[in-house]
């Protein structure tokens, strides 16, 4: 692929760069058909990006619908078929702001500003379209071959709230017209296994803008979920010795400037609430309330590692455009933990929360994922606690307890928390992009804050180390990755409804009702459907709204062989049986928390 630098020279591009090229150029390209069709639009930033690109516009008091973006793809055809070359030139600084401030481009104008004096100040042209811009670019519009614009959404100017919200554009571009269709493919079944949609299907969970964006609610299916995970995870942590506490949803201003957060964590959380002369805020993670716990009382040496862990609810304002239904919001509850320990126990403790996590991963049938070492920024000066000797001393002792384990991982610089750096573990979701779910970070910043103390063997004082994790992370978030990848299709012992038993008419009724409560009487979920409708819309209804793992349908011959038909959601099979040995499968199903049916 040919492309064309700022200073005129043509070259092949480098098979790593191809796609960014052609995706920077189809953001100008995008631009161009938007000022064809709306004169007064001024532009701001066109980057490509990991998944395609997008432009940030001005578009005055126009309100872009479907139709509106489907008439900017149309333009970028006519465009494309036009031909047109791209064509670089450079100018000198007054002269590119008088350029800028001749065509009305008040943010690239204002872009020129914030620029070094020495910078080089290049631009491209096609047709008549010129755009401030580095480059590279294809050579010619008609390079680009696939293309779509996605969506829209809003954009504060430089990414600052102070400043106008503008409408973002985005789009996706490739290579051939093969490769659009498979993304397409890909995004529609995004669709179908995303976890809004399908939670509003089953009645899992809600949202209203009246109680707050960011706040989802979780109704009697959904809440049924939560807490057989809550229940999981709780009986996992009991035998590892955990002792699970429940601690207040604010806490003072006072406690978060001793910990940190208060520097370095404050625009992420809700607005300090000011009663009888004190400022609390609610809290957006558990350790400084834990670090508090285990300063309650003196401790010894004998008495580490201590394993404090609740299921807690936190709180942060995360920005309204990063809100995605349970996955996040700015309400969650965290599977968090706190372990607090001697530095000759770090080792041991982080085998075992490593441990645990691949436990619990290979009992949801979890395999995509990938381990890594997230480190601080050196050069970040506030994101980060200033201790270099704390740092180098954490992040050594991590590794090295990482390699010693045998678990392959990467570096990353730049993820790590303000006070220490952490094992990050990142699955790679049915659909879209990698996340955090597990984590178990070093950290020997806070209890020197916290002044935590155990007595050691000599009856000398010393500070513990404290290992923050978090194994399902959020429980809404690992509820939301298990939907997304089961598309609702639980596992028994997860499902909210395991069992739904539908009559084929009233005449089998009150069959079907000894049956359902049975059912129930042995601690199965089972639902009765004795709505006077047809038997097939009924199972309809209850594969696309229940998802229940069985169908218990009850006719004229169960009802004369005093038996039931069990029919198995994930193969289709109907087998006939007796309740009770039903029963008794299901109930060992449910016991050993099979993932199969």
Aim: charged share 30%.
């Amino acid at each position: 692929m040919k492309i064309i630098y700022k200073d005129g020279t043509v070259g092949e591009c480098p098979e790593e760069e191809k796609l960014h090229v052609l995706r920077h150029s189809c953001a100008h390209i995008m631009a161009q058909a938007i000022k064809r069709l709306y004169p007064e639009a001024d532009f701001a930033y066109g980057p490509a990006t990991e998944r395609g690109f997008y432009y940030d516009v001005d578009l005055g008091d126009n309100k872009l619908s479907d139709d509106d973006l489907h008439r900017i793809e149309e333009e970028m055809k006519k465009i494309v078929k036009e031909n047109l070359p791209f064509k670089p030139f450079i100018l000198p600084r007054d002269e590119a702001v008088a350029l800028m401030h001749e065509r009305g481009n008040k943010y690239k104008e204002e872009h020129i500003g914030d620029l070094p004096e020495d910078a080089v100040i290049s631009f491209y042209q096609q047709g008549e379209y010129i755009d401030m811009c580095v480059g590279p670019h294809i050579t010619y519009t008609s390079a680009l071959k696939a293309f779509k614009i996605t969506q829209q959404s809003g954009a504060y100017w430089k990414n600052d709230a102070k400043n106008k919200m503008l409408t973002r554009i985005n789009g996706v571009a490739f290579f051939s017209k093969e490769e659009l269709a498979e993304y397409e493919k890909e995004v529609e079944e995004a669709k179908a296994r995303d976890h809004r949609k399908i939670g509003k299907e089953m009645g899992l969970f809600m949202t209203d803008d009246l109680i707050g964006k960011g706040l989802p609610m979780f109704l009697p299916k959904g809440y049924t979920i939560w807490q057989e995970l809550e229940n999981y995870i709780k009986e996992k942590e009991r035998a590892l010795d955990y002792q699970h506490v429940m601690t207040p949803c604010v806490g003072s201003v006072a406690l978060y400037q001793t910990s940190g957060h208060w520097e370095h964590y404050k625009d992420n959380m809700f607005p300090a609430m000011v009663v009888e002369d004190e400022s609390f805020v609610l809290r957006p993670m558990n350790c400084p309330h834990h670090m508090m716990i285990y300063a309650n009382k003196p401790h010894s040496y004998r008495d580490l590692p201590i394993r404090i862990g609740e299921i807690a609810h936190d709180f942060r304002f995360e920005a309204s455009g990063t809100l995605k239904g349970i996955e996040r919001g700015r309400h969650f509850c965290q599977n968090d933990a706190h372990l607090f320990v001697t530095p000759d126990q770090i080792k041991d403790e982080v085998a075992s929360v490593v441990n645990l996590i691949f436990d619990v991963y290979k009992d949801m049938g979890i395999t995509n994922y990938r381990c890594v070492l997230s480190l601080r920024d050196p050069e970040d000066k506030v994101k980060y606690h200033h201790d270099d000797a704390m740092w180098e001393k954490a992040e050594t002792g991590l590794r090295e307890v990482l390699t010693e384990l045998g678990i392959e991982f990467t570096e990353e610089i730049g993820e790590a928390a303000f006070y220490g750096p952490k094992l990050d573990v990142n699955v790679k979701p049915a659909v879209g992009a990698e996340y955090t779910l597990s984590t178990c970070q070093l950290d020997f910043c806070l209890p020197a804050k916290f002044n935590l103390k155990y007595t050691d063997a000599d009856g000398k004082e010393q500070t513990p180390v404290v290992l923050h994790r978090a194994i399902l992370g959020s429980i809404d978030r690992f509820m939301a990755y298990m939907i997304e990848e089961t598309k609702g299709k639980f596992p028994t012992w997860l499902a909210p409804v395991q069992v739904k038993v539908i009559p084929v008419s009233e005449k089998m009724l009150d069959y079907a009702t000894s049956v359902n409560k049975a059912l129930v009487a042995a601690g199965v979920r089972a639902q009765l459907d004795d709505r006077n409708e047809k038997v097939g819309y009924k199972i309809r209804e209850a594969r696309q709204f229940d998802r229940a793992p069985y169908l218990v349908v009850v006719g004229a011959k169960e009802v004369e062989e005093g038996n039931i038909s069990v029919r198995n959601r994930d193969t289709d099979e109907t087998v006939a049986m007796g309740l009770d040995e039903f029963i008794a499968k299901i109930k060992a199903e449910i016991a050993n928390r099979s993932r199969t049916l």
